[in-house]
């Protein structure tokens, strides 16, 4: 059973703390944190203070996810707010190990993650190294696209990779994810899915939570 990991990106940020209480109380198993600098990525999300606000509610893991320049600079900063595993971008990051080590070092759990241009085996000499690598299935910046097709290639590539690297890492999808492909996604390899749209505009969300973790 794949892990489920709602966007909150596309939650309701006037009535923050009700989308809040709702994935708490269903099925999904983290929150996941866009955190974009308008820089990275051509679009601004939100930063510190609203990551500190959702942890004071949350009672499920913070999978924060950062598009941004310079992610070395805030490391312990999320780590502060309440992040329990941070993902930077392989394109963001001129010294990976590094960052990652940084991570590693705070107590949190690291992850990596690469655009849909960047290549699979690009991963080669990192991927025993960190917990969880995000596979972009959209171009990063905005929610609602839709997912790209050759994703599905690049999920079969890192699994094998995985497989043969003897690494622990989890495969995680986000963008375009719903109840269409979900369980395509999962059969090609993947361990965590993030959802956003599919679950925060369905006109039944604990349905397409409740059909997500079934697969």
Not at 9 to 35: C, G, M, P, R, T
Not at 162 to 175: F, M, P, R, Y
Request: with cysteine; proline share 4%; aromatic share 6%.
């Amino acid at each position: 059973m794949a892990i489920l990991a709602p966007s909150l990106l596309s939650a309701d940020f006037s009535n923050l703390q009700a989308d809040i209480e709702f994935v708490n109380q269903s099925k999904a198993d983290w929150f996941h944190l866009d955190i974009m600098d308008g820089v990275f990525v051509p679009n601004i999300s939100f930063g510190l203070p609203v990551v500190k606000a959702i942890k004071k509610h949350a009672k499920k893991p913070l999978d924060v996810h950062l598009m941004i320049v310079n992610p070395d600079a805030y490391i312990i900063q999320f780590k502060e707010a309440g992040a329990d595993l941070l993902t930077v971008h392989y394109e963001a990051c001129t010294h990976l190990h590094r960052t990652i080590q940084s991570i590693k070092q705070t107590g949190i759990k690291a992850g990596v993650s690469i655009n849909p241009h960047t290549p699979v085996a690009a991963l080669q000499n990192i991927i025993t190294h960190v917990d969880l690598v995000l596979i972009m299935s959209v171009n990063p910046g905005f929610g609602g696209q839709s997912f790209i097709p050759e994703s599905l290639q690049k999920i079969s590539e890192l699994r094998n990779l995985i497989t043969q690297t003897h690494s622990k890492a989890l495969i995680e999808v986000d963008g375009g994810v719903d109840t269409t492909n979900a369980a395509t996604i999962i059969q090609k390899g993947a361990d965590v899915l993030v959802a956003g749209n599919a679950i925060f505009a369905a006109t039944n969300r604990n349905m397409v939570v409740d059909m997500i973790k079934s697969l």
